[in-house]
């Protein structure tokens, strides 16, 4: 085939095969650099899940402190812009074959945690959101009715046990510690056994059965951070602060192993480039010199013939369609034509010379008939 292609084309050829090596290896270099991005990109992500969950800490630790439902909304708007950038994240991963595993974790823990703060939001309602709403309205409704019945009696002792008993209410609202109930049930439950009027009696037991209500409910919510609701939240938070660390760790295994593929990928790919181009060079480089030595021997085998160092002038043999097979025709054409030529000199010079011999010998009447 290549016998037939000019020397220009072998060159284009060349060229040609040389351009889309180099267009193969920058394909591949900004494939590279496309799955890097999108993999800086997707570690970015992750690390603004990580600034979404500390900004549902922060929305959850404003809400224990100043039991606002603002932040509780803003807690679930947060909540929401996460999940869906877990959404977006899913797709990526499910494009890159990535392992799915620890992204779907996260998520539902991160359910998990919006589904107990919202628990544990509820349960703070029930309690009361400030000193008038839930039970510590009725809490407060009732211990006001126990003082003015108190009051009502003039009885001091009475008082001072009432003011006790609030005393042991404010401690345990305080502290958070069940023993300041231990104290306040057996307090109130003494004063109920004693001799006291039947309106005090039942403001008592009132009173008694809204602290304990409440109490009931803030064990619920937990005592401490390791107790209760609270330390369900605890556990679920510190669960998302573990996932976030194996995700970043995935994606950056991952990425490492991109690069190292993508190397082998270029080495491969270069060195398969690099065999086509060298071979495609000696292939042209020995057409080419072939062709270049055919036409060179039969050049100077038609010299020799000139110059009379040989009896035959052999053709050029023409292998190729290219610029040395059609110098050869040329110079063929020409040599068939000086051969045909100098044979027809010969044959006057031998004709020439016969006439000469026979004039010698007296036959004058001799003529040449070869021109």
Same mark, same amino acid.
């Given at each position: ?10 060159? /284009?050829? &060349? ?5 889309? #090596? ?26 603004? $899940? ?10 959850? *630790? ?9 932040? +509780? ?5 947060? +909540? ?7 959404? =977006?994240?899913? $797709? ?10 620890? %992204? ?23 309690? #009361? ?63 109920? !056994?004693?001799? @006291?009027?039947?309106? %005090?009696?039942?403001? &008592? ?8 209500? /409440? ?6 919510? #937990? ?12 556990? =679920? ?7 976030? @660390? ?9 990425? *490492? ?26 292939? &042209? ?6 062709? $270049?030595? !055919? ?12 110059? *009379? ?6 053709? @050029? ?23 045909? #030529? ?21 036959? %004058?009447?001799?003529?040449?008939? *070869?021109?």
């Amino acid at each position: 085939m290549l016998n037939n292609l000019k020397i220009k084309s072998k060159l /284009l050829l &060349l060229t040609a095969m040389t351009v889309i #090596g180099l267009v193969a290896l920058i394909f591949l270099n900004e494939r590279t650099i496309i799955t890097l991005v999108n993999l800086s990109d997707v570690k970015v992500s992750i690390e603004k $899940l990580e600034l979404s969950i500390l900004e549902l800490r922060k929305h959850e *630790k404003d809400f224990l402190l100043r039991k606002d439902l603002k932040y +509780f909304e803003q807690f679930n708007t947060v +909540f929401k812009k996460m999940q869906e950038e877990v959404q =977006t994240l899913e $797709l990526f991963f499910a494009n890159q074959a990535l392992e799915i595993t620890e %992204l779907k974790n996260f998520q539902t823990i991160t359910t998990s945690y919006q589904q107990i703060f919202s628990k544990l939001v509820q349960t703070q309602q029930k309690i #009361g959101l400030n000193s008038k709403d839930g039970l510590y309205g009725s809490l407060r409704e009732s211990v006001h009715h126990v003082q003015e019945t108190a009051t009502q009696t003039k009885d001091f002792k009475l008082l001072s046990q009432v003011y006790d008993l609030r005393k042991q209410e404010k401690d345990f609202m305080l502290r958070s510690d069940l023993k300041y109930v231990e104290i306040f049930k057996k307090k109130i439950d003494a004063l109920l !056994q004693s001799n @006291i009027s039947e309106e %005090l009696l039942g403001d &008592l037991r009132n009173y008694r059965n809204h602290f304990l209500a /409440l109490v009931e409910e803030e064990t619920i919510l #937990g005592l401490s951070s390791d107790e209760g609701i609270r330390k369900e939240m605890r556990a =679920t938070v510190h669960q998302t602060e573990e996932n976030i @660390i194996k995700l970043i760790k995935e994606i950056d295994v991952h990425t *490492k192993e991109s690069i190292r593929i993508t190397e082998i990928i270029n080495i491969v790919v270069s060195i398969i480039i690099i065999f086509i181009i060298v071979a495609l060079v000696l292939v &042209l480089s020995k057409n080419i010199n072939n062709s $270049l030595s !055919q036409f060179q021997t039969g050049l100077l085998s038609f010299f020799r013939y000139l110059n *009379k160092e040989e009896r035959e002038a052999h053709l @050029i043999e023409i292998n190729s369609k290219d610029e040395f097979g059609a110098m050869s025709t040329v110079v063929n054409d020409n040599i068939k034509k000086i051969q045909a #030529g100098l044979l027809k000199d010969n044959e006057a010079v031998s004709e020439a010379l016969s006439v000469v011999e026979q004039a010698i010998k007296g036959h %004058l009447d001799v003529q040449l008939t *070869k021109q």
